[in-house]
């Protein structure tokens, strides 16, 4: 046998095997990409004098969310972490019945982390309420950051974006949040 067929050979057996392998490898990352999570975030642009208010919603389990807001009227006080009872038509519910809250966006995640987000909140809530650095906005954010390692790419607010209805209206569709309903 020429050295070539041998090389030949050799290459088609390589190309074969990874052909093999390749099929459950793929297999497996197609099953690893299902999301298995959610988030959701409220807005209501017309508080705040006009600068806007959001809230957060992440879900738990298939059908149990938890949600909530951060204001510097609720800061020290528990306002969220209603487990609900449900599902998504619960949440929505809840933010219907205040009428300030006019749309909302979501994102599916490929992580739940519920129990880091929850916690998250805990430590957050007992915070200092500040306008411009520790708000409805940069909460929600923490929150979402601590629920998925995906949406860790979610950029802090700053310039004109510090605006919850801003970053609402603006920044969230370049980052997956695309479903935009009507309350």
């Keep these: 046998m020429s050295r070539i067929t041998h090389i030949r050979r050799g290459a088609a057996a390589l ?7 390749t099929g459950p490898i793929q297999g497996s990352f197609a099953q690893a990409a299902t999301p298995t999570g959610r988030v959701c975030i409220f807005s209501a642009p017309g508080e705040a004098s006009g600068a806007g ?8 389990a298939p059908d ?32 219907q019945v205040h009428d300030t809250y006019k749309a909302y966006r979501c994102k599916n995640t490929h992580q739940r982390l519920a129990v880091a987000a929850t916690n998250q909140w805990k430590h957050l809530r007992r915070s200092e309420y500040d306008v411009l650095d520790n708000n409805c906005l940069t909460t ?17 607010p700053s310039g004109m974006y510090k605006l ?17 309903g009507s309350l």
Aim: charged share 20%; aromatic share 20%; net charge positive.
């Design 164 to 180: 919850p209805r801003v970053y609402f209206d603006r920044m969230l569709p370049h980052f997956g949040f695309r479903t935009r």
């Design 64 to 95: 149990r969310w938890t949600w909530g807001s951060y204001t510097d009227e609720t800061a020290s006080v528990l306002s969220k972490s209603n487990w609900a009872w449900g599902g998504p038509k619960g949440v929505l519910h809840y933010f």
């Design 15 to 21: 190309a074969f095997g990874l052909a093999l392998t």
């Design 53 to 60: 208010h959001v809230a957060w919603a992440f879900q738990t």
């Design 140 to 156: 929600t954010l923490k929150i979402f950051r601590a629920y998925s390692r995906e949406l860790k790419s979610l950029p802090e």
